[in-house]
Nanobody
């Protein structure tokens, strides 16, 4: 079992930046693939980014490539999502999710993650 807690959300103007952090309760978080998802009112929860536990490779949805960066600090048991050049359409509740020893499947498939945080609100004003 692992508990995930997101932090760092808030209100920012378009073009601004925020850094979200996902903290894990487990002492050995480095065996977990971690993803960030977001959900706007009336929309499905969508994939944003993920970092592989095995390779450290990162993956992004097209709409955030070049603007968002996912990174992990295994010593601190955290995975951050740095968001630059924010747009109003980035407004959503952001969730981190994790699965241990990911062995295959699309990182964007939310059903493959078995641990989720409670979410943090990001609001981008125009």
């Amino acid at each position: 079992q692992v508990q995930l807690v997101e932090s760092g959300g808030g209100l920012v103007q378009a073009g601004g930046s925020l850094r979200l952090s996902c903290a894990a309760s487990r002492r050995t978080f480095n065996s977990y693939t971690v993803g960030w998802f977001r959900q706007s009112p009336g929309k499905e929860r969508e994939f944003v980014a993920a970092v592989s536990w095995m390779t450290g490779n990162t993956y992004y949805t097209d709409s955030v490539k070049g603007r968002f960066t996912i990174s992990r600090d295994n010593a601190k048991n955290t995975v951050d999502l740095r968001m630059n050049s924010l747009k109003p359409e980035d407004t959503a509740v952001y969730y981190c999710a994790a699965r241990e020893y990911w062995s295959g499947g699309s990182y964007g498939a939310k059903d493959l993650y078995n641990y989720w945080g409670q979410g943090t609100q990001v609001t981008v004003s125009s």
